[in-house]
């Protein structure tokens, strides 16, 4: 074998409900596909119709032996209107995990993964002073239609992803560029963190829950290491982008550039580490981005597996917990080096004496991919956006292969991971 999975190690697919839910929902990203930002033009009212597809896609994960799912459900579809909460939605979405403890797939269920009602947004997102009564308000909601059927829980994906690309870059809803919004809606989602981890503990008493957030980790690199200036630019960026939204989340300890806005206070908040990894950033001053020449996806970003590990060591070395890979894969619209990518990130990870119990592929399906729309598939299964027929890629037979063995073997290594390249990233 050229790995062999540790007994207790289970393979996943991840996903959200805006991405491939569809449906004329009232969300922030309804509402930013009408107001013409998304790239391509996709309408996430399209995605993969799985809202009404749910039980022959869930047929499908079980047919490519998926063990455990992380999904999302979509805030504005269950409370469409201020504290009106649509009970025929919760079933739906009950229904779903319901369907997927019969087919022995175990849930892992996201409450927040960027999208919201657009009201909520209307009345100033996170920033306005009811957020986070009305945000524990869905969130107890939830608890009450799910908390019997679901035990593992992802409170929130991903704060700096949402606070940078929506109150900084300008690229998300409600397309902000401020400093002191961004680390604002920062500490306000790590304190929304502790407080819906609380609850969940306090609401389910009866039996072990786990729960944490997904926390989006890069491996930043200065250009030249030998440059001081770059070096110390990395490392503030490193603390800005992901190291003080750790120390928020994990301990309840903040420290600048956030703040501690609802004075809570110092604890453990996380039940195990959750680790989205996608790429390495390299750092050369004012710009940053790809690495010249290296291995990259078809967004350009650097392939690099060695910092799947690097990265969950550091958090280890903080707080010794079991480790949920909760989101890696790439975007590849040939499926020419997926099973590579997730093959050397698989490996990566068991080389190391880690206690990586679950990996999560971004993604089961290609979907509505934010901003990028329709034209940045991650998935394992070809999203037909136009006839939404279902056809399951080389990468998704490689990753049902994988589980079949619980491992790679020689010949499955041959057969899928051999042949594949990765392209290569423009000289700077
Ligand atoms: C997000 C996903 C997204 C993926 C690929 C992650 O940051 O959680 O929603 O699709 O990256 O861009």
Same mark, same amino acid.
Request: charged fraction near 15%.
């Given at each position: 074998m050229k790995i062999t999975f540790k007994k207790d190690f289970? %393979?996943?697919?991840?996903?959200?409900a805006t991405q491939i839910d569809g449906g004329e929902v009232n969300s922030n990203w309804n509402q930013w596909y009408h107001l013409g930002k998304i790239k391509d033009g996709a309408n996430p009212a399209i995605a993969n119709d799985h809202y009404q597809r749910v039980r022959d896609d869930l047929k499908l994960m079980h047919d490519l032996g998926i063990q455990t799912y992380r999904f999302g459900v979509e805030w504005a579809r269950l409370e469409p209107s201020p504290g009106q909460f649509d009970e025929t939605v919760f079933a739906h979405y009950r229904q779903e995990i319901q369907m997927m403890l019969d087919y022995g797939i175990k849930p892992l269920l996201t409450l927040y993964h960027f999208s919201h009602p657009q009201w909520f947004e209307d009345q100033g997102g996170f920033l306005s002073a009811a957020a986070p009564a009305v945000f524990m308000r869905y969130i107890d909601q939830c608890l009450l239609h799910f908390a019997d059927l679901v035990d593992e829980y992802i409170t929130i994906n991903e704060p700096n992803v949402y606070a940078l690309e929506g109150y900084f870059f300008k690229e998300w809803p409600p397309g902000h560029h401020s400093t002191r919004e961004c680390f604002k809606i920062m500490s306000i989602l790590a304190s929304l963190h502790i407080m819906t981890y609380q609850r969940i503990h306090d609401t389910i008493q009866d039996r072990p829950v786990r729960v944490s957030f997904a926390h989006h980790?890069?491996?930043?690199? #200065?250009?030249? #290491?030998?440059? %001081?200036?770059?070096? +110390? !630019?990395?490392?503030?960026?490193?603390?800005?982008?992901q190291d003080a939204l750790t120390q928020a989340c994990f301990f309840g300890k903040f420290s600048l550039p956030l703040t501690n806005p609802l004075h809570l206070v110092r604890g453990i908040y996380v039940d195990f580490i959750a680790i989205n990894y996608y790429t390495r950033t390299t750092i050369s001053g004012l710009k940053d981005g790809t690495r010249a020449n290296s291995d990259c996806n078809d967004l350009g970003w650097e392939i690099y597996p060695q910092g799947i590990v690097d990265v969950a060591q550091q958090l280890y070395a903080l707080l010794p917990l079991d480790i949920y890979i909760t989101e890696n894969g790439t975007c590849d619209r040939q499926d020419t080096f997926r099973s590579r990518y997730i093959y050397e +990130? %698989? %490996?990566? !990870?068991?080389?190391s004496e880690l206690p990586i119990k679950r990996y999560y592929h971004w993604t089961f399906i290609d979907n509505f991919e934010w901003i990028e729309g329709e034209n940045a598939p991650f998935g394992l299964v070809i999203g037909d956006f136009k006839h939404q027929v279902r056809t399951v890629k080389q990468s998704g037979r490689f990753y049902k292969q994988l589980i079949i063995d619980h491992g790679v073997s020689e010949e499955t290594y041959r057969i899928y991971v051999e042949p594949q390249t990765y392209n290569r990233a423009a000289p700077r």
């Open positions: 289970m %393979l996943g697919v991840a996903t959200a980790l890069r491996v930043f690199t #200065p250009e030249k #290491p030998r440059s %001081l200036y770059q070096k +110390h !630019l990395t490392a503030i960026v490193q603390r800005a982008f +990130h %698989l %490996l990566a !990870l068991f080389q």
